[in-house]
Each structure stands twice: as structure tokens, then as C-alpha cells.
């Protein structure tokens, strides 16, 4: 089977730096995807991460270390409008599903 | 480019009754799911569909059944509800074989049921 740990809720100030981790458990593994789902809305796809590393999408950036079986997503210069839950989802061996973490709310203070 | 469509946006039910949700994507996409989503909660998946005319269960089906007849469309069907059956359910989809990391949701059924 195949799980995700990702703490509940992180609140931060607008203009900061914030960092939400994600570590998983699977039986196989091959990427790491995050998604970003304000209240009402819909998930909309954030990065995905196949290989060790950092890969910056703008003022996000995503991280992985599958030693570690660990991985990040790094929010910069924060805006009130990044306020949302934050997803890190596997998919697995076969590449035809994803499984999702519980989710990390962020709360984006003035 | 509509992307990926779901119908209705709300719902109320009574426990025992049955309905349809519908899902159309006009991204020519293979592969389509649903999840549902409780409050506070992760995504789970229901079904999933490879392609036109196949289905496959997901982490949560029972109490749900799903049909694929045509490329673009993918119903989920509530045979007889029960309240916790009361979710929001998202359909997705995603056009490469063995990339459903990165999936487009639709915007959302709201379903109760009383």
C-alpha cells in the first residue's frame, strides 16, 4: 500500500517563507506531485518531482529526496492569496492512479 | 476549451434514492477518475477508467458503480444513497499513459444526503 504523512495546517505571514513537508511510504516509487485546492474549489496540479533535487516553478519550488522518502514544497514571498490546502500525492507502479496525502492547510497572515 | 466539466454542481438526496453524476472532458484525455472529498480530508479514489469502455475500483467503491461508453464522458452512478455518501465528488483526468501525476479535477459535485 501506499502512504502520506503532511502536517495538518501551517500558518505564515504574507512575504515570508514557508515550507510544507510530505513523506510517503510505498511499495514502489516514482514521483512525488503536489496540488493546490483553495476553499470551494477544485485541485489544480502544482510540480511534480521524478528524480532527487529542487525544481523552482516561480515563487514555488518543490523538493525531493528519495533516500529519505521525504519531499517539500517551498512557498516564497507569500501572498494572501496563496492561502489553500496543499496535496502531495504518489502515483503508483502501474502510473494509473494517484494516492493523496490528508492535505496541509496554509493560512497566509497580513 | 471547456477542460473538464461535471454535472450537477449540487445535490440533495434522500437516503435510498439513486442518481447520476456526469463528467466530460474535451481534451481527448484516456484516462478519467473520481474521487470524493470529506470536509478536512484528502482526495480518495472511487473508480478510474484506462479508457473508452473500461473501468477499475479505486480505494473507496463500494456503493458506487461507473461506466466509460464513450471517450470523453465518465458517469458515477449512486444506485441507493446512504448520508455517508455526503461528499463533494471531483472527476479528473489525465492524457498520458503512465503520468496520472498530473491530473485536471472538474469543478465539483456537492452532494448531501439526508
Known amino acids: 500500500g501506499q502512504s502520506l504523512e503532511q502536517p495538518s495546517e501551517v500558518t505564515a505571514v504574507e512575504g515570508a517563507i514557508v515550507q510544507i513537508n510530505c513523506t510517503y511510504q510505498?511499495?514502489?516509487?516514482?514521483?512525488l506531485s503536489w496540488y493546490q485546492q483553495h476553499d470551494g474549489g477544485a485541485p489544480t496540479f502544482l510540480s511534480y518531482n521524478a528524480l532527487d533535487g529542487l525544481e523552482e516553478t516561480g515563487r514555488f519550488s518543490s523538493f525531493l529526496s528519495r533516500s529519505d522518502s521525504y519531499g517539500y514544497l517551498l512557498l516564497q514571498e507569500l501572498q494572501m492569496k496563496d492561502s489553500a490546502s496543499y496535496f502531495c500525492a504518489v502515483p503508483n507502479n502501474a502510473g494509473n492512479m494517484l494516492t493523496f496525502g490528508g492535505g496541509t492547510r496554509l493560512m497566509v497572515k497580513p | 476549451n471547456a477542460g473538464v466539466t461535471q454535472t450537477p454542481k449540487f445535490r440533495v438526496l434522500k437516503t435510498g434514492q439513486s442518481m447520476t453524476l456526469l463528467c466530460a472532458q474535451d481534451m481527448n484525455h484516456e484516462y478519467m477518475y473520481w474521487y470524493r472529498q470529506d470536509p478536512g480530508m484528502g482526495l480518495r479514489l472511487i473508480h478510474y477508467s484506462v479508457g473508452e469502455g473500461t473501468t477499475a475500483k479505486g480505494e473507496v467503491p463500494d456503493g458506487y458503480n461507473v461506466s466509460r461508453l464513450k471517450k470523453q464522458n465518465f458517469l458515477l452512478g449512486l444506485e441507493s444513497a446512504a448520508p455517508s455518501q455526503t461528499s463533494v465528488y471531483f472527476c479528473a483526468s489525465t492524457a498520458h499513459v503512465r503520468a496520472s501525476y498530473e491530473q485536471y479535477f472538474g469543478p465539483g459535485t456537492r452532494l448531501t444526503v439526508t
Open positions: 510505498t511499495s514502489g516509487f516514482y514521483g
